[in-house]
């Protein structure tokens, strides 16, 4: 079982190999960190966040249309 809470990228591999995995975590942790602060971040990432799940919940394969 994984010690941490983070959902890796799906380049996790990829981002080992090069090196940059820290810099995905910094800027996991700073994104984290915005989002606790109530910050004009949090507002406009948890707005888009609501938009998109808006969209997909409209999208054609999850509503049945009737033909």
């Known amino acids: 079982m994984a010690r941490h809470d983070y ?4 380049d996790y591999e990829k981002r080992i190999a090069e090196g940059t995995m820290s810099d995905w975590y910094t800027q996991e942790r700073a994104k984290r960190q ?3 602060q109530e ?3 949090e507002r406009e ?3 888009l966040r609501d938009s998109i ?3 997909l919940s409209a999208a054609s394969e999850t509503v049945k249309l009737k033909r």
């Open 45 to 47: 990432f948890l707005g």
């Open 7 to 10: 959902d890796l990228p799906a």
């Open 53 to 55: 799940e808006r969209l």
């Open 39 to 41: 910050t004009n971040f």
């Open 34 to 36: 915005a989002l606790q």
